[in-house]
């Protein structure tokens, strides 16, 4: 489904300064039945495939951007965008890296408890590694989050998980 947004800002809130654009309705509704989970695969401008969530604000439905999205498009408020909707397919709703991949299939006992994990706690976790550039950086960051899986019986504490990314990274050097 195709069509031009216009792209707007939400006020200062905690989702910071909120770079989005709205889904006509009509498009929603066709969606919906298409992606009933509401996650979706967004083109924009025919350059930039990204994994999202339709998101309801009010009497409105958006797809929520960010800084590096906006930056790397070249746009700015109020700039028209080109925009091409499809269901997502993945399974976990994101694209996972080859790197997450391999070490989920070489750790069954750790993709188990990923697997265990609620959908959006798996995409956080699988987002985390994605933004690394590093193939080796992101083969550890996998390593670590699976580690820390087992070590928290399947549970994430964000705040331990950053100490274990550090220490892992400080046994590494030499």
């Known amino acids: 489904m195709k069509f031009k947004g216009i792209l707007k800002a939400f006020e200062e809130n905690s989702l910071g300064y909120g770079p989005h654009f709205v889904i006509p309705n009509d498009i929603f509704e066709k969606m ?31 797809i929520l951007l960010n800084k590096d999205i906006v930056k790397k498009l070249k746009i700015d408020f109020g700039d028209e965008v080109s ?20 070490v989920l299939y070489s750790d069954p006992e750790g993709q188990a408890l990923f697997d265990k994990l609620t959908p959006g706690v798996q995409r956080s976790l699988i987002y985390i590694v994605n933004k690394i550039k590093s ?10 989050i699976l580690e820390h899986l087992k070590k928290m019986k399947g549970k994430v504490d964000g705040k331990i998980l950053q100490e274990d990314f550090k220490e892992y990274r400080n046994k590494m050097k030499f």
């Open 83 to 102: 925009v091409e909707l499809q269901p997502d397919q993945s399974k976990y709703g994101i694209d996972i890296t080859e790197e997450m991949e391999e």
């Open 135 to 144: 193939s080796q950086l992101r083969i550890e960051r996998s390593f670590v």
């Open 32 to 62: 919906l039945e298409l992606a009933p989970d509401k996650r979706i695969k967004c083109t924009l401008n025919n350059e930039l495939t990204i994994s999202r969530a339709m998101s309801p604000k009010g009497d409105i439905n958006y």
